[in-house]
């Protein structure tokens, strides 16, 4: 990332805490900007195994949820 890069990610970011951005929104700005994918790949390169086993049990928790309405 180049001087202008970071300056402007800190200004977004800066702007970001500023209106207490949520979960949802956040993903609705990575989706927009065309990130999910590679959002995903890296928090899940940069997890342990014990955090992504926590949350696929989570994952299929809620799955079975939804199944059994």
Same mark, same amino acid.
């Given at each position: ?10 200004? !977004? *970011? ?15 700005? @990575? =989706? #927009? ?10 928090? !899940? *390169? ?15 928790? @809620? =799955? #079975? ?5």
């Amino acid at each position: 990332m180049d001087r202008n890069q970071q300056s402007s990610a800190d200004h !977004i *970011i800066e702007h970001l805490n500023a209106i207490d951005v949520d979960g949802e929104t956040m993903e609705y700005i @990575i =989706n #927009g900007v065309g990130m999910s994918y590679q959002m995903l790949r890296q928090l !899940i *390169i940069n997890s342990s195994d014990f955090d992504i086993n926590n949350i696929i049990s989570e994952r299929d928790e @809620i =799955n #079975g949820q939804i199944t059994q309405l």
